[in-house]
């Protein structure tokens, strides 16, 4: 594990979280950033992803709720996700690579839990 992911929890429906996640500068330099998360009995899918600050793309059902952004001063991208609905429960991966092919390196998940 390269890359060191923290900031999951358990919040209400509404609520808001930030997930952090640290990568080494080499890495974080050289590729594209991502979240990506997995729920249970599902396939594991791409939240947002930032290359750079006019190069972001989200998934649809994350759209006006998360914002990704990277901090070059600290080698971390952050996401900030609002209004948290339950069907967002899921464990959240920090992944780096090109932007366009697989995901190259991974960090540890972080749960993060909507109640109703």
């Known amino acids: 594990v390269q890359l060191q992911a923290s900031g999951g929890g358990l919040v209400q429906d509404g609520g808001s979280l930030r997930l952090s996640c640290v990568a080494p500068?080499?890495?974080?330099?050289?590729?594209?950033l991502g979240w990506y998360r997995q729920a249970p009995g599902m396939q594991r899918e791409m939240v947002a992803k930032?290359?750079?600050?006019?190069?972001?793309e989200y998934a649809d059902s994350v759209k006006g709720r998360f914002t990704i952004s990277r901090d070059s001063a600290k080698n971390t991208v952050n996401l900030q996700m609002n209004s948290l609905k339950p069907n967002d429960t899921a464990v959240y991966f920090c992944g780096a690579g090109p932007w366009i092919g697989g995901v190259l390196f991974w960090g540890q998940g972080t749960l993060v839990t909507v109640s109703s």
């Open positions: 930032i290359a750079r600050a006019d190069l972001i």
């Open positions: 500068g080499n890495i974080f330099r050289t590729n594209a």
